[in-house]
């Protein structure tokens, strides 16, 4: 180590860490249960070792870089994330990205050497149309040899002539161990990536087997000092259990991001869903464009409504594309800039993309080139929002998810809108036209810790200005409860625990309001009182009521005078509630109380972006 005083620090963690690690595995061999005491809510042990409690916030340089990077590019970012010299609303001077929890750096594609594509062009860019592809990279004749007559693109075997290790491009990052220490020394993790794509070497991927390169894999990881770990899905070292265990072992608890190497989670976390990594790809890669950004965020409702995103385990529609200029480089868009046929999102397209991702609970992982100062002051006052990062990092229980959306629909075009030779180029599903909501209002419900209530996103994919109105209390969570069921017994006394209601108790359960519900919904004429309730009363109070009725009308011939008989008038209607609402674009409380909010001009491709919670909390 080049910093004693950080390797002092990192040594006392990873026995911290190893001795953590050691107690977890004999509480799971002896078949203990581990109980964690929090204030809020409880922790809970996944990824394999508890980390990501939150959804990590982070930078990562694909999105801008492509396999462009070198050691410059990543410093570069880190001291981005803690640079204190831009201010941040609502914080005092002095604070840095990194205060915010943007707390890790970590690189992508690009550090390892490898033999190159043939052609005529610099691992198959065209240098004139992008002049990043003449960048010197180490020379590699030919692929690497792994043993037993097997090669590798960028393994080899090492001179022991039994262990296999990666390749590190020795032009690009001359000493990785000495990057890591600089990132350390700024406060901040460092992230690496393996099972490498390889879209500028000879071949996309690398053949070498799990058991053969995964542990040199894990070896150089934790001996070059990284923190976190992404896992592509290119390469042949696609076992992400053994990634886990293997890192687990070394003492170093790292978040792991599972990059399509393996399947996501198939049942909730509560249930051992996602033991082996933090966050999973929800989607496919992301592109620099609205209508990928909208597509991608589609995909983490099926994880959200079924327990498979939370604490530990987050599912992510990739990553961010705010402030990064340009199409990324692609794998097979040989020969293409990354400027060529591109219109670049807007900086209200590129704050609505923010939004979305903040209302999801998605990690936050940036992109941007932070030497570029031109691109990073169009987005500071997006990226560096306190209050939107808050809704990020808060937990109720659950990450929310659309609750209303218009009745038409909006066709956004292809995934990625190219043009010309890029176009020929494409991948095919970059090409599928997106077809949305013209316009979709997301949900979050936030923790007592950050004022109760729900973040509520509201964004207009249409072409043109759209009017919504969203009645307030329609939010889940912010209606009005329904009528406790002693309410229903004052209209209709009757004890439901009674012998003569015996045989319904049994069948739906005394108190039991879903299954109460369920009962009276299929009773037919027998309800005829809760039908009459359910359309001038609401449903959960004329269903409570309703069955009563069936009760009554089951064991003393209550179903000819039912019939008849007069329900009791509702009581009146209780006037609509009214909320707190403030603005999180314009970080400003909005005066007064509202029942309902209307947006008259929504702008295309902008969103509405607040928090609403009643004045009781």
Known sequence: CTLR???????????????????????????????????GPTPVLGGS??????????????NQFGWYITEDSVLSAAKGLTDITRSINKMSPGTSLKDLGYSSVGMDEGWAACPPKPGPFPHGRDPRVDPRASMPRQAVAAPFPIGGGKTAMYHQLNQDGKTISPVVDQVVFPNMSHLVDQIHSMGLKAGWYLNDCLSYCLSLGDDCAPDQCIPGDVKAFTGFGFDNLKIDGCSAQRDVEMWAELINKT????????????????KPISE??????????????????????????????????SGRTGPTCWAYPDMLMI???????????????????????????QRTHFGIWCVLSSPLTLSLDFRNTTAVESVWSIISNVDAIRVNQDWAGSPGGVFAEAPNTVDLGPRVPLRGVAKLRAIP?????????????????????SGGGVAVVLANHGNTSVNVTIDLSDIPGMGPPPPPLSQCNAQFPVDLNDTQCLGLNKSVGAGSEAACCAACDKSGSACETWQYLEKSNGYAQGCYI??????????????????????????????????????????????????????????????????VKSPLQ
Request: glycine share 8%.
């Open 546 to 611: 309703g069955l009563i009725e069936k009760c009554r009308a089951s064991t003393d011939g209550w179903i000819s005078r039912a019939r008849g008989k007069e329900p009791v008038p509702p009581a009146p209607p209780s006037p609509p509630p009214k909320f707190i609402i403030y603005d999180i674009w314009q970080q400003t409380q909005l005066t007064g109380l509202y029942p309902k909010l209307t947006w008259p001009a929504l702008a295309s491709h902008d969103s509405a972006f607040f928090t």
């Open 49 to 62: 070792n508890g980390l990501a409690q939150k959804p990590p916030m982070s930078w990562r340089s694909w």
């Open 429 to 449: 599903t970059e090409q599928e036209t997106v077809v949305v909501p013209t316009w979709q209002a997301w949900y979050k419900p936030l923790s007592p810790a």
């Open 251 to 266: 003492g170093t608890f790292s978040e792991i991001e599972n990059c399509h190497n393996g399947a996501n989670p198939t």
């Open 272 to 305: 051992g869903g996602c033991p082996y990594y933090h966050q999973y790809r929800s989607s496919g890669d992301i592109n620099n464009g609205y209508p990928s950004w909208v597509s991608n965020a589609q995909t983490v409702a099926e994880y959200a409504s």
């Open 5 to 39: 005083t950080q390797c002092h620090r990192g040594r006392l963690q990873r026995l911290h860490i190893a001795r953590r690690y050691i107690t977890m595995q004999l509480l799971r061999q002896f078949g203990l249960v581990v109980v964690v005491v929090a204030v």
């Open 323 to 349: 402030g990064v200029q340009g199409q990324t480089p692609d794998e097979l868009h040989q020969g293409v800039g990354p400027w060529t046929d591109f219109t670049q999102p807007s900086v209200i397209e």
